[in-house]
């Protein structure tokens, strides 16, 4: 039950939604608690903030062309004892982007680049960054079609046909 149902065409005119799926609960919560009227305010208000928070997040996600949800807290660093596990974390706190800095991660197949990318990718996300997952091939390919007519240096040919 809405408490007042001439409100949903007016938050849905003031976008936002968010208080429209909290207002019911919040209303009885408000009343059981005795909350004074600004403490209930509050409350919607965070719900709002709260669910713009997550649709930014999830917009975030979907634009950045992750394969999967690979992040940083499920990475299995026994899997490849090489891998540096100090200065994954370090990279994960993002100050690299800030610096700025280029990041290349590179090695042999199936020792964790894209799980990597993908989840440092999904640390930048987290913290308010876009981001845009790509793999070497996929930008290789990229670039020949937007410039068809440039060669490939003699450098960058042993990458064009990675099958990673």
Not at 29 to 40: D, G, N, S, T, V
Not at 104 to 129: D, E, F, M, N
Not at 132 to 137: A, H, L
Request: hydrophobic fraction near 40%.
């Amino acid at each position: 039950m809405q408490p007042m149902p001439e409100l949903t065409p007016l938050l849905k005119q003031l976008r936002l939604s968010g208080i429209l799926e909290s207002l019911a609960a919040r209303n009885r919560q408000a009343i059981e608690a005795k909350l004074a009227y600004p403490e209930f305010l509050a409350l919607l208000i965070q719900d709002e903030v709260a669910r713009r928070d997550q649709k930014k997040f999830s917009l975030r996600v979907r634009r950045a062309g992750f394969r999967s949800q690979k992040t940083i807290e499920q990475f299995d660093f026994d899997f490849n004892p090489g891998i540096n596990r100090a200065f994954i974390q370090e990279l994960a706190a993002c100050r690299f982007i800030e610096e700025p800095a280029n990041l290349l991660i590179a090695g042999p197949c199936g020792t964790g680049k894209s799980y990597l990318a993908q989840a440092l990718g999904h640390c930048a996300v987290r913290q308010g960054y876009e981001v845009m997952f790509t793999t070497q091939r996929n930008c290789s390919m990229a670039y020949r079609q937007l410039a068809p007519w440039a060669p490939l240096s003699a450098a960058s040919r042993p990458w064009s046909g990675c099958r990673c």
